[in-house]
């Protein structure tokens, strides 16, 4: 390659990184849910269900700055989604969207100055990213889930979800990565030690989505341009990351399938609509003259 290539390589690759998502998972399940999705300048978090100090650790470890973070999104008032929302907001002074039933429920108490609420469908911007929510069915106040666009590319936050319903089928079909609940295996669940009323919650219709429901999500309405899956919410009685990853991967044709993990954050994951661009352009550049674009 001449200079005069090396350079518009260079510069394709600078415009495929400025048009993309950034997604990590900083913890996900039943202990404690955080997610989160950003561009080159701004992020947002989806729930902060760890501590204030395990969602500083967890981005500091992977390189993400706190600074960047413009807003936090709360799904639903269980504790596994706000445990660390006062204090984040509070001492970083991030805004948080919320409803009044969920902060009422959940009791989240916030300085009003950082206080927001949302409608379902009608989308918040926070600097270029585009947040839209949905309802969706799960036994909570005012349970939503969470699609997040930025310069075309879309990445959904689908956990806590009862019933795979029209919306999030929906929602599921435009993007590009997605965090998809796989709470539970259905005979793990069936034959373990929960209580009746337990496990007749978790499988109601308002509780969680099983491992092949999810895996019917993933195949029946996956949408040509998705790039990468990311597992989520599995239940630490009633599910193995085993059991999801080779469910999973015998059906990904193509798709990066990953189990999040409910101990730690996991990478960080580029999403961007030109993937093959992306690769190509990678390929063609020594690691040198990648850095560059940077
Ligand atoms: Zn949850
Ligand atoms: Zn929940």
Redesign the pocket.
């Known amino acids: 390659m001449n200079a005069h290539q090396v350079e518009g390589c260079v510069f394709l690759c600078f415009f495929v990184w400025l048009m993309s998502l950034f997604i990590t998972s900083l913890n996900s399940g039943s202990n404690g849910n955080c997610y989160y999705v950003g561009n080159s300048n701004e992020a947002v978090l989806v729930d902060a269900g760890i501590s204030c100090k395990e969602i500083e650790i967890r981005m500091k470890r992977l390189g993400l700055e706190i600074g960047k973070v413009k807003a936090i999104f709360i799904s639903?008032e269980?504790s596994?989604?706000i445990k660390g929302v006062e204090l984040f907001s509070k001492k970083h002074q991030v805004p948080v969207y919320v409803t009044d039933a969920t902060r009422r429920n959940g009791r989240i108490k916030l300085e009003k100055h950082l206080s927001f609420g949302f409608t379902a469908t009608v989308p918040v911007c926070i600097g270029s990213l585009s947040i839209t929510a949905f309802s969706k069915f799960?036994d909570?106040a005012d349970?939503y889930s969470f699609m997040i666009s930025h310069n075309g590319v879309n990445v959904g936050v689908f956990t806590?979800i009862g019933t795979p319903c029209a919306n999030l089928i929906h929602h599921f079909k435009q993007c590009h990565a997605a965090f998809l609940e796989s709470n539970y295996d259905e005979e793990m669940l069936a034959k373990g030690g929960y209580p009746y009323y337990l496990k007749k919650r978790i499988t109601g219709g308002q509780g969680h989505l099983s491992n092949s429901q999810a895996l019917s999500i993933f195949r029946e309405h996956k949408p040509s341009h998705m790039t990468h899956l990311l597992l989520s919410h599995l239940s630490s009685n009633n599910n193995r990351p085993e059991i999801v990853e080779a469910l999973f991967s015998k059906h990904a044709n193509g798709v990066r399938t990953i189990v999040a993990s409910r101990h730690q954050e996991t990478e960080i994951f580029q999403i961007t609509s030109e993937p093959h661009l992306q690769t190509a352009i990678q390929r063609a550049l020594k690691p040198a003259q990648l850095q560059l674009a940077f």
């Open positions: 639903h269980h596994d989604h799960h909570a349970p806590d």
